[in-house]
């Protein structure tokens, strides 16, 4: 709903929202694999059959929570793709900052989704689909650079290079949270990432 809207949630969008945000709380103490369908609609007040008229399993509301998280991120960050005037230090500390926030409200969710991609195919295919886009708008981005002399990649295959550079970072946010890692700690993650990506497609001190 938006701010100012003062319609009322229908019984089923709270009954669908007492789903996910109860799944969200049984995934900060255990993990997706020991959740059960019944637990989940439990501890939302439903029954497990009220349950199955929203999600077919446990793994379908992780996808739904998941691409809600997904969606906020894509909201908060504006643009993955740099301004005219943007220095690439300072994007790749933009986009860093907002997609970690992310990373820290949702942990339990992005963690058990994470988790859950060799065990549901349908959570697998959205993270691939995810990534593919945000290599486009980034590859579509270095070309750029590229073509203008401010980019001079350490692999001529850009498209395989950019996607390597996001699994690792989404491997290292994941790390992250998965060790709750200090303030401190993240920073130095953060700082680590960014200096891995100026050096691979940018150059070191670009």
């Known amino acids: 709903m938006l701010l100012g809207d003062r319609r009322t949630l229908s019984k089923g969008e709270r009954q669908r929202r007492a789903i996910l945000d109860s799944l969200a709380d049984l995934l900060a103490t255990r993990p997706i694999g020991e959740l059960t369908v019944g637990e989940i609609a439990a501890a939302a007040g439903v029954r497990r059959s009220g349950y199955y008229f929203y999600f077919e399993s446990k793994y379908s509301a992780l996808a739904v929570a998941t691409t809600e998280i997904w969606s906020e991120l894509m909201e908060r960050v504006q643009s993955f793709a740099r301004t005219d005037n943007e220095v690439v230090a300072d994007f790749l500390s933009r986009t860093a900052a907002s997609t970690i926030d992310v990373w820290h409200e949702h942990e339990a969710v992005l963690i058990a989704s994470i988790q859950a991609i060799p065990l549901d195919d349908q959570i697998a295919s959205m993270w691939q689909v995810w990534n593919r886009r945000l290599s486009g708008i980034l590859i579509e981005q270095i070309l750029r650079d590229i073509a203008d002399g401010r980019a001079s990649p350490s692999s001529q295959d850009v498209p395989n290079l950019v ?44």
Do not use: C, F, P
């Open 163 to 206: 996607e390597s550079l996001l699994e690792m970072t989404l491997h290292m946010y994941y790390k992250d949270r998965l060790e709750k890692n200090t303030v401190e700690q993240t920073r130095r993650m953060l700082d680590t990432v960014r200096s891995i990506w100026l050096a691979s497609i940018w150059g070191a001190g670009k």
